[in-house]
């Protein structure tokens, strides 16, 4: 099984950037979707960006888009989220999670429950 591992949070002020990583460990991402989720204080887990390691096709949700990026190194079996033009409201904990891709599934709806693995968390934090 594999074991995501987050690094890269931190503090940012408002219009900045920031990337966290998201690396394998275990085996690999192969035949994986790998996704990101957020949660901040008081408020559910939500999805922020997805994408299918075999093929690198990407989702995100509406309120990153244009803003973030989700990519890959496949040498390094590592997931990366590059975050600019950060806002107030994109503080949260940011969580990695991992599940094997199914047949016929599309990645890009399965709620956090059907991630089958996940990292610890990492906290970004966006100051006004």
């Known amino acids: 099984q594999v074991q995501p591992v987050e690094s890269g949070g931190g503090l940012v002020q408002a219009g900045g950037s920031l990337r966290l990583s998201c690396a394998a460990s275990g085996r690999t991402f192969s035949s994986y979707a790998v996704a990101w989720f957020r949660q901040a204080p008081g408020k559910e887990r939500e999805f922020v960006t997805a994408i299918n390691w075999s093929t690198g096709t990407t989702y995100y949700a509406d309120s990153v888009k244009g803003r973030f990026t989700i990519s890959r190194d496949i040498a390094k079996n590592t997931v990366y989220l590059q975050m600019n033009s950060l806002k107030p409201e994109d503080t949260a904990v940011y969580y990695c999670?991992?599940?094997?891709?199914?047949?016929?599934?599309?990645?890009?709806?399965?709620?956090?429950?059907?991630?089958?693995?996940w990292g610890q968390g990492t906290q970004v934090t966006v100051s006004s």
């Open positions: 999670a991992a599940r094997p891709l199914v047949p016929y599934s599309n990645y890009a709806r399965w709620s956090p429950s059907q991630y089958d693995y």
